[in-house]
């Protein structure tokens, strides 16, 4: 009799211990990848700030977006919230079609957008769309900015010039950072001299400076000026493995709204993460949806949890 007292008292604290513990330790880290784009940034800081609420410990790997779907693949990336769709799609599709990356069929941001740009006055002086950017060779120096080498935009200027569309063979790719581009941009606007850029939305450039995005660039960049969705990508089997973590990042839904207001303290050097944890503090009632049915990671309430975590830091 005792011994099976000892044995239903066993199975029970077992039992108990299973639903505090809703999953194995190592899904305790949670490893995001970052291709080193403020708007990247800001959503990652702010999924990291809320897992750090759940007693989860969040990290962050910059890593170009060939290397990040390549860490995706094999399992050293948990997470990435940047999957611009349509220009990612010709990287990331081998490796959906092989079954070694998973796209949450729901995006975590639409209306957003990804294509050339130029300073209002370039577009005022005539530089409108694609076609026009060839009639203006010298003034722009035979010259487009990109950013980060292996990036996806820049693969398809990279492809327009070599292909001679638009009758932009001659010119040249320049490729930097997002931070490089911009500061020539900035030094371009200062000086008034004429350029044309990669631009996207959400992004502070769009209240920062006065710009003017470039149509016609359907073919290259997708229709309504590279309009955008962006899809979180994880490893195929990590909702079995990590399942309460799993379940935040399929939550996540952004606006462009809420990344620009993000990224602009990002912008001005500040962590992302604190930004990140600012605009929590003044915007709690997001949390109520990315944090429906998401546990802590010791199996406690996570709302609570989070909102507690915010207000004392």
Known sequence: MKLKLFAAAGALAAAVTMVHAAEPAACRNVRFADVGWTDIAATTGLASTVFEGLGYHPTKTIASVPITFAGIKSKQIDVFLG???????????????????????????????????????????????????????????????GIEPGNDGNALIKKMIDGNQFGLGKFKLVESSEAGMLVEVNRAIRDKQWIVFLGWEPHPMNVQMKIDYLAGGDDVFGPNYGEAKVFTATPPDYAARCPNAAKLVSNLQFTTTIENRVMMPIMNKEDANKAALEWLKANPKVLDQWLAGVKTFDGKDGLPAVKAYISAH
Request: hydrophobic residues 40%; glycine residues 8%.
């Open 83 to 145: 999957y611009w769709s349509p220009t990612m799609d010709p990287i990331i599709t081998p490796f959906v079609k092989a079954g070694t990356i998973k796209v949450l069929a729901t995006p975590n941001l639409t209306g957003a957008k990804y294509t050339l740009a130029v300073p209002d006055y370039v577009y005022n002086g005539g530089l409108k769309s694609f076609a026009d950017i060839q009639k203006f060779a010298d003034k722009l120096n035979g010259k487009i900015y």
